[in-house]
């Protein structure tokens, strides 16, 4: 019988890939219950999805004592396993909490790619080793989940500058269309007609973009005399 599939997880952009990692990798073995996952980005930002509250508790006392193992496996880049813990004293508080929720073996998996690090963790009712194949299938697994993120991340981080240049464009464009505005109105040249803009912004407490626009949409009608005070002002 599986742990319920309860999932819980951190870090809204990463759950759904990381959630489907954990319910793939259960199903490398047979004899597993249940799965953990621990993600880390360079810089040691972490996210993590366990398939039952009970296997994110054993993440994080790992976590918190150092000890467990996911950690160890996590170090030295080599698969770890435990195959009784009823037998095995190597991390003596992960081993009580564990058996505790009737847990009786696990094995760790990690996986490095770009500096990003994932360790998947499978856990057994009954003693039990995970196999060659098994292992093999994790990690691929595992290796998979980490190079879509890092596509993801990509291919996000693309869309994000490119809507920043959009804006950043469509901002200048309006701008100067204020400027030449200002410039007719005022009869000064386009450097005098941008402090104008400035001085009027810093007045307000808005930004130049939306000063800018204001006075583009009302081709500055009503906003003549101030422009003329600011101009007298910045002289």
Known sequence: MALP???????????PWLVRLVRRAMRCSAGCR???????WPGGEAHSASTHPDLAVLAALQEETGEGPGVDAARSLRAVGAADLVADGRWPDFRVAALER???????????????????TLYAFRPWRLTAGGRESVGMLAGETVGGLLREHARTGAETEAEQLRTAMATRAVIDQAIGIVTHLLDC????????????????NRKLSAVAAQIVRARGRGSTR??????????
């Not at 599939?5 to 759950?15: K, P």
């Not at 450097?191 to 007045?203: C, I, K, T």
């Open 34 to 40: 249940g799965a953990s996952v621990c993600l880390r």
């Open 5 to 15: 599939m309860d999932t819980v997880t951190d870090g809204a952009d990463v759950a």
């Open 189 to 204: 040249d386009p450097g005098r007609a941008f402090d104008v803009l400035r001085g009027l912004s810093q007045r307000t």
């Open 102 to 120: 009737g847990l009786r073996a696990c094995a760790a998996v990690p996986v490095l790619t770009e500096g990003v690090a994932a360790t998947v």
């Open 226 to 235: 101030e422009l003329r005070r600011l101009l007298t002002e910045t002289s």
